[in-house]
């Protein structure tokens, strides 16, 4: 699977369980690409220009990370970790993923922007979501 796109959907992950999901974190939040795994397949994706670049099949490396960057555990900052993927959805510079609990991630990036801004983030708890 891969995807190049300014305007898309990934229904083919929705139902998909995720069991790990690291961003590279340097000096900006998000400066690195994204790693999710999802029914056992890792995921890269990142944001560039206003576009949603995707692609399956490539784990996080430590070659990833510049010196200073680090990778942060996004699965257990939004308390998603074997909980179903709901959507992917790239809409007018801004990338949605949310999963079954109400946890969300949302990530902008317009053409002219220098990379992707945290729009978003939203935990699930025990009891719902936090927000």
Same mark, same amino acid.
């Given at each position: 699977?891969?995807?190049?796109? $300014?305007?898309?959907?990934?229904?083919?992950?929705?139902?998909?369980?995720?069991?790990?999901?690291?961003?590279?974190?340097?000096?900006?939040?998000?400066?690195? !690409?994204?790693?999710?795994?999802?029914?056992?397949?890792?995921?890269?994706?990142?944001?560039?220009?206003?576009?949603?670049?995707?692609?399956?099949?490539? @784990? !996080? $490396? !430590?070659?990833?990370?510049? !010196?200073?960057? @680090?990778?942060?555990?996004?699965?257990?900052?939004?308390?998603?970790?074997?909980?179903?993927?709901?959507?992917?959805?790239?809409?007018?510079?801004?990338?949605?993923?949310?999963?079954?609990?109400?946890?969300?991630? $949302?990530?902008?990036?317009?053409?002219? $922007?220098?990379?992707?801004?945290?729009?978003?983030?939203? @935990? @699930?708890?025990?009891?719902?979501?936090?927000?």
């Amino acid at each position: 699977m891969r995807r190049q796109h $300014e305007d898309t959907v990934l229904p083919e992950l929705y139902g998909h369980r995720c069991s790990e999901f690291v961003a590279v974190q340097g000096e900006a939040r998000f400066d690195g !690409p994204l790693y999710i795994r999802l029914n056992g397949v890792w995921h890269r994706f990142y944001l560039d220009a206003g576009l949603l670049f995707w692609e399956e099949g490539f @784990a !996080p $490396e !430590p070659d990833d990370l510049l !010196p200073g960057d @680090a990778y942060i555990d996004l699965a257990q900052a939004l308390n998603i970790r074997d909980r179903v993927l709901e959507q992917v959805r790239m809409h007018d510079s801004v990338l949605t993923v949310c999963f079954e609990t109400g946890a969300l991630l $949302e990530l902008r990036c317009r053409p002219d $922007e220098e990379g992707p801004t945290l729009v978003r983030l939203i @935990a @699930a708890t025990a009891a719902g979501v936090e927000r």
